[in-house]
């Protein structure tokens, strides 16, 4: 898997506590299901396919968040990345992971189907944040992301974005959300895999099977 958590890392600032910003980034939750969740949920902006003689994948973007189902046989995983999802369905939920912070989770949803991600969120100065927001509207450009842009109110700049990677037996996808009012970055990397063994991190996406489709 292309590592943009290493790629895109950031030099961490010591903050004065008075101009700490709102944890907005508390509301901010990863939540995987054993289904496939209904689009009229998202106010999608983007969709892309992957196709594969073995399984199907399909990403959604939207502002402030993303989806990713995958689909093998009668198996399906999705993980949900959202502000809130106070409105979501509860069927089908096998996790609900809070995004602030760092974290790693694992589904073993039979010995046909493996889903693993890490999710890192960061609070940054103006400064640093205006210079990430940079670096991932250069990305954008460069590897045809799929993704989502506005201004907010105050005319601040925000962005949503995802990556797919098709491989014989798995897909790898990561996430980055940049929210302004906060200077949240958001970064998450997953990987949906047929069959348990030899399994990669998402953070090395190391396998000994891992090749091109």
């Known amino acids: 898997m292309v590592n943009l958590m290493e790629k895109n890392s950031l030099k961490r600032e010591t903050q004065d506590p008075s ?11 990863m939540l995987v299901y054993r289904k496939a969740v209904h689009p009229e949920f998202f ?4 969709r892309r396919r992957i196709t594969h003689p073995d399984y199907e994948f399909e990403g959604w973007i939207f502002k402030g968040g993303h989806a990713g189902r995958f ?5 399906c995983v999705c993980e ?3 502000e809130g999802g106070a409105n979501l369905p509860d069927r089908g939920l096998l996790a609900n992971l809070p995004c602030a912070g760092e974290r790693d989770h694992t589904e073993v949803m039979s010995d046909s189907l493996t889903y693993m991600t890490t999710i890192q ?28 842009i506005w ?17 014989r037996n798995e897909v790898h996808i990561q996430g980055f959300h940049l929210r302004s009012d906060t200077g949240m970055v958001l970064r ?3 990987m949906f ?11 090395t996406g190391k396998s000994s099977k891992n090749k091109p489709a």
């Open 19 to 29: 101009n700490i910003k709102p944890a907005g980034l508390q509301s901010y939750v």
């Open 43 to 46: 106010g999608i902006e983007g």
């Open 71 to 75: 689909q093998f046989a009668n198996m």
């Open 80 to 82: 949900v990345v959202v």
């Open 121 to 148: 969120t960061e609070t940054l100065s103006e400064h640093l944040y205006s210079g990430t927001h940079r670096e991932m509207m250069a990305h954008i450009r460069d590897s045809n992301s799929l993704h989502s």
């Open 151 to 167: 201004t907010d109110s105050k005319g601040r700049q925000n962005l949503s974005l995802i990556d797919m990677q098709r491989y």
């Open 188 to 190: 998450t990397q997953s």
């Open 193 to 203: 895999k047929m069959g348990g063994e030899h399994a990669p991190s998402p953070k």
